[in-house]
T-cell receptor, first 114, second 109 residues
Framework: EAQVTQNPRYLITVTGKKLTVTCSQN?????MSWYRQDPGLGLRQIYY???????DKGDVPEGYKVSRKEKRNFPLILESPSPNQTSLYFC?????????????FGQGTRLTVV | GQQLNQSPQSMFIQEGEDVSMNCTSS?????WLWYKQDPGEGPVLLIA?????ELTSNGRLTAQFGITRKDSFLNISASIPSDVGIYFC?????????FGAGTRLTVKP
């Protein structure tokens, strides 16, 4: 089954404790991205990757890091989480970043930083 | 960055009614997309629009890509309880996808 898998689904952590949210896709997609969803703000892009070893900042990259060492994985790293990073996070992938392409989303990771 | 203005923010309708929501932008997009998010799930693509003026249907859903490329609307006809969820518009240009804030739809049986 084609899917985007995020882990964990839920996470409560303390300020400053490094964490990683994993994202994996089994569709051989080149393009992957991370979004955060906040009430009234919709989905805002954090980082995206057009292919292995190619990453770029989205709209709200501050406080986040990503890596793309393999095509299927695109982890999101919070080196020192803060309460304003409490949010619902989605990973997405698509065949390419170009036109006529559908983005498939993971089920989301709800992060709470206390 | 480019902002998408989606309205209305929320809708409470009776089962069987038609629904209309729209998205506008100050900038041009090459592709407009409409997604639906069910509770506890990620967004799922409903309709994709690739040409200005294009009108596309998917079952009870109809969406249009505005002629100016700065707007799009989504209509749902004869709503049913499973239409409940959050609907997002998205505009796409050159590896950059922007989302509206969403329209939360509630359907009363």
């Amino acid at each position: 089954e084609a899917q985007v898998t995020q882990n964990p689904r839920y996470l409560i952590t303390v300020t400053g404790k490094k964490l990683t949210v994993t994202c994996s896709q089994n569709m051989n997609h080149e393009y992957m991205s991370w979004y955060r969803q906040d009430p009234g703000l919709g989905l805002r892009q954090i980082y995206y990757s057009m292919n292995v070893e190619v990453t770029d900042k989205g709209d709200v990259p501050e406080g986040y890091k990503v890596s793309r060492k393999e095509k299927r994985n695109f982890p999101l790293i919070l080196e020192s989480p803060s309460p304003n990073q409490t949010s619902l996070y989605f990973c997405a992938s698509s065949l390419t970043g170009g036109l006529n392409t559908e983005a498939f989303f993971g089920q989301g990771t709800r992060l709470t930083v206390v | 960055g480019q902002q998408l203005n989606q309205s209305p923010q929320s809708m409470f309708i009776q089962e069987g009614e038609d629904v209309s929501m729209n998205c506008t932008s100050s900038s041009i997009f090459n592709t407009w997309l409409w997604y639906k998010q069910d509770p506890g799930e990620g967004p799922v693509l409903l309709i994709a629009l690739y040409k200005a003026g294009e009108l596309t249907s998917n079952g009870r859903l109809t969406a249009q890509f505005g002629i100016t490329r700065k707007d799009s609307f989504l209509n749902i006809s004869a709503s049913i309880p499973s239409d409940v969820g959050i609907y997002f518009c998205a505009g796409y240009n050159n590896n950059d996808m922007r989302f509206g804030a969403g329209t939360r739809l509630t359907v009363k049986p």
